[in-house]
């Protein structure tokens, strides 16, 4: 099989049940994955596998009931939460480590990050609305109010979604960035029209994002594969439909998260 060549921050690997995404900046932090079409989910024996490829148990498991808006999920130590409960949000984040975040996407932009000072890490899904929300910028801020978590510490890692040569929009979508108060200048980076049609660039827009909310430009990586583009290995809402299966983004939060609040730092 050809695989589509991403980034040069990121690799394939061959997991038991086909081949995932790894991020190497991240990977030195927290072991995480972007799956592919080739693991079926949200099936439970796809999120035992998924799960297990980052060493964890499906007990270990957090998400949420994704929105498409900027509420995030906090799972503070003390508070692990129950493996049933999936409250509404598009972003999950932990201290707790051993927990392993994770959301779905088919299309829309899978997002993890890891605090290297904390341990602290995060799962966040952002389709256009979610965007147009910043839930990137109110993960990040979460973070920081639940867990000291400086932005300049953060790594993050943008996997597999429509790209912005792919992705055909209305004129009512810039309506309603202007509405949430996006600047001009974010609008114009953002849109494009080309042969007369209107393109966003949610890739652009979300680590533009995540840069205003204090990341380092050079922490923020991004895969640069389109799921519409490759269907052949993504799940793209926008080719199959109601068919579409759907991909994970998966982050197990690390041991230093627990090394760490607990003053263990050697």
Same mark, same amino acid.
């Given at each position: ?7 040069? =921050?990121?690799?394939?690997? !061959? ?16 072991? #995480? +994955?972007?799956?592919?079409?080739? +693991? ?8 035992? =596998?998924?799960?297990?490829? !980052? &060493?964890? /148990? ?33 972003? @999950? %984040? /932990?201290?707790?480590?051993?927990? !392993? ?7 829309? @932009? ?6 290297? *000072?904390?341990?602290? $890490? ?16 109110? *993960? ?7 867990? &000291?978590?400086?932005? =300049?510490? +953060? ?14 929009? &209305? ?10 108060? #996006?600047?001009?200048?974010?609008? $114009? ?15 652009? $827009? ?23 583009? #490759? ?7 926008? $080719? ?9 983004? @998966?982050?197990? %939060? ?8 607990? &003053?263990?730092?050697?």
């Amino acid at each position: 099989m050809n695989l589509p060549v991403p980034d040069p =921050a990121f690799r394939w690997t !061959v997991e038991p049940w086909g081949h995932a995404l790894r991020c190497a900046p991240l990977e030195a932090l927290a072991q #995480h +994955l972007f799956t592919s079409k080739q +693991l079926q989910l949200p099936a439970p024996e796809g999120w035992r =596998a998924a799960v297990g490829s !980052v &060493g964890g /148990s499906p007990g270990q498991l957090r998400r949420v009931k994704q929105t498409h808006g900027n509420a995030v999920r906090v799972l503070s130590r003390g508070e692990a939460g129950s493996v049933d409960a999936t409250p509404d949000g598009d972003a @999950v %984040v /932990s201290n707790i480590a051993g927990l !392993v975040l994770a959301v779905l996407v088919a299309d829309c @932009v899978p997002m993890l990050v890891a605090d290297r *000072a904390t341990g602290a $890490a995060g799962a966040i899904h952002a389709g256009w609305r979610g965007t147009c929300a910043r839930i990137g910028p109110a *993960a990040v801020a979460t973070m920081r109010r639940e867990f &000291g978590t400086d932005p =300049a510490d +953060l790594v993050a890692a943008i996997g597999p979604s429509i790209g912005p040569d792919d992705y055909e929009v &209305g004129e009512a979508l810039i309506d309603a960035f202007q509405q949430a108060g #996006h600047g001009a200048g974010d609008l $114009a980076r953002w849109f494009s029209r080309r042969g007369g049609r209107l393109r966003l660039d949610l890739w652009s $827009a979300n680590r533009d994002q995540l840069i205003d909310a204090g990341l380092r430009s050079e922490n923020v990586f991004t895969c640069g594969l389109s799921t519409l583009a #490759h269907v052949e290995m993504f799940d793209s809402y926008r $080719a199959a439909g109601d068919r579409a299966g759907r991909m994970a983004a @998966v982050i197990a %939060v690390p041991s230093t998260a627990t090394e760490v609040m607990l &003053g263990r730092t050697d």
